[in-house]
């Protein structure tokens, strides 16, 4: 199975760049402003982009994506108006791979079989999902992968190797390797044990590993691309979208991205 993931991953290791993939809440500061901040982030130098799902209960996230997500849900956000604006970007002509990244409860009350039909006539291309273990993982992956669609896991710096393993063996896309422990936030500096983390991940699969959790400027991505195939930031950036006016929004998105890519 091959998507916009793949073919965008591999032609960006074949010429020896990273991947810039910027994380937004759809939703926040309303719908039609983060789809208009999807598009200019695009058209400005990320490579991919996660859409995030909000959800009332968001374990994994720190204080600037729960507070983006309760702001979307207080907008009647859904699982199926989120699609609506896959759509949307994509008769805008956004070809980049575009990525799920929300809770399971929300898929289950929209039916994974059904949500995967409507998320491939949209476009989407992947899905994470914080809160699935991979053991639990195979019966949704192969409803995904039956419409293209991959299922991508998330490691930890407290994985065991056997999960690792597994999770590597089930996987496609690419691995999101998840630098600290703990939720999503902005920091000033990147964990230190993230690196042998991706050596770990590495020793199992060839699939790209894509970084993210406290990745929040130039010198990060940087970093991060000395050693995995691309670097995801949320926090940061959703904190730039929110100092701005809802008009000036997807140009502060822009430049926060191109100051992300730092000329390369």
Do not use: W
């Not at 965008?8 to 760049?17: D, I, M, N, V």
């Not at 600290?180 to 230190?192: D, F």
């Amino acid at each position: 199975m091959t998507n916009r993931i793949d073919t965008t991953l591999a032609a960006l290791r074949a010429e020896g760049k990273y991947a810039v993939v910027p994380f937004i809440t759809m939703g926040y500061p309303t719908l039609a402003v983060s789809v208009g901040v999807a598009q200019s982030v695009l058209e400005n130098g990320a490579d991919m982009l996660e859409l995030g799902i909000p959800f009332s209960d968001p374990l994994a996230d720190g204080p600037t994506i729960q507070m983006t997500s309760f702001q979307a849900l207080e907008n009647g956000v859904t699982l199926g108006m989120a699609m609506d604006s896959v759509r949307e970007l994509r008769a805008r002509k956004i070809e980049s791979p575009l990525i799920f990244m929300g809770y399971l409860n929300p898929y289950l009350n929209y039916g994974m079989e059904r949500f995967a039909s409507d998320a491939a006539d949209a476009g989407l291309d992947g899905i994470i999902i914080p809160d699935l273990p991979p053991e639990e993982a195979p019966p949704y992956q192969a409803i995904l992968r039956e419409r293209s669609i991959h299922l991508i896991p998330l490691l930890a710096p407290t994985s065991t190797e056997s999960r690792i393993e597994q999770a590597c063996k089930q996987a496609s896309g690419f691995i999101y390797c998840v630098s600290v422990t703990g939720v999503t936030s902005a920091r000033s500096e990147l964990a230190g044990g993230v690196e042998s983390l991706v050596r770990r991940i590495r020793s199992h699969t060839d699939l790209p590993v894509l970084v993210g959790f406290g990745v929040s400027r130039h010198e990060h991505v940087k970093r991060i691309a000395s050693f995995a195939d691309g670097a995801v930031v949320g926090s940061a950036l959703l904190d730039s979208v929110g100092r701005a006016s809802v008009e000036d929004a997807p140009e502060t998105a822009a430049e926060f991205v191109r100051q992300l890519r730092g000329g390369d």
